[in-house]
């Protein structure tokens, strides 16, 4: 059995299926939570939305909004979502957070944008407290592209999520101490096996090659697990977590 042979295996033996990573996650909480006094499953998708406001700011912002107008709306939107009756709407036969949310928004701005255009910025709306650049920022940063406004919202959703899961994976590197190797070993996320010059790398390791390698299965490894984890976090039921990662990444190659 060759090398490579051994170490898909242990990949196939070590990285939790769909199965294995869905435990009781924030949307699920939400979908389970129906009675009128559900605090977990209220903080549970404060939660959500904090993570992954932008794709609807952009979606706003496409629909023609201005920026203020948008980051008005967005607002608007999570207070109405966050409301006493938002578990109405959520709906255990479409159990995507990215699908619940684009169809709840959409409804909204369709009967609602006029009345909360209408209020005072920031006057008695409940604020969710959206962390990183602004959507103006992000937007400018972002290649001006074609497709439909739902593919878009998924392209931003994809990678508003795999940002996350960078995120996190440099968190748990900073944690152990071990930033300075995360920054050099972070390129190789986004390089084909073939592509890492493992005795570069080892040289900026003060390792060796060998070691290099390791460090760099292991990184795509833990990348590969939270990113389930992630996607976990958004799906209603376990079976989802691989079909939506196989639609994600059509998304971001669309």
């Known amino acids: ?27 699920s909480v939400v979908l389970s939570a129906r009675a009128a006094d559900a605090p977990a499953a ?12 932008y794709p609807l700011y952009a979606h706003v912002r496409r629909a023609g909004h201005s920026p203020a ?5 967005t607002q608007a939107f999570f207070e109405r979502l966050l409301a006493k009756d938002w578990l109405a709407a959520a709906d255990r036969g479409r159990g995507r957070f990215r699908s619940f949310l684009l169809g709840a928004l959409k409804h909204f701005l369709a ?15 409940r604020i969710v407290p959206l962390d990183g650049p602004s959507g103006e920022d992000r937007l400018r940063r972002e290649p001006v592209g074609g497709g439909s406004p ?28 071990k930033a300075a ?26 390792v060796s090659e060998g070691a290099a ?7 795509r490894r833990r990348y590969r697990e939270l990113l389930r984890e992630e996607i ?13 990662l196989r639609h994600l990444f059509a998304a971001l190659s669309s």
């Open 111 to 125: 009967n609602e944008w006029d009345k909360a255009r209408a209020r005072k910025r920031g006057g008695h709306l």
């Open 69 to 73: 107008d948008a980051e008005d709306l």
């Open 150 to 177: 739902e593919q878009a919202f998924d392209r931003r959703w994809a990678l508003t999520l795999l940002d996350s899961v960078l995120d996190r994976l440099a968190g748990e590197y900073r944690a152990a101490g």
């Open 232 to 244: 976990a976090q958004t799906v209603g039921a376990a079976d989802e977590v691989e079909a939506e």
């Open 42 to 53: 209220e903080q549970a998708l404060e939660e959500l939305c904090r993570a992954y406001w």
């Open 181 to 206: 190797q995360f920054a050099r070993l972070k390129p190789a996320l986004g390089a084909d096996r073939s592509e890492v010059d493992y005795a570069q790398l080892s040289r900026e390791l003060a």
């Open 213 to 219: 390698r390791v460090a760099v299965h292991r990184l």
């Open 1 to 27: 059995m060759s090398s490579r042979d051994s170490t898909d295996r242990r990949d196939s033996e070590t990285s939790p299926g769909a199965s294995a990573v869905f435990v009781t996650t924030r949307w």
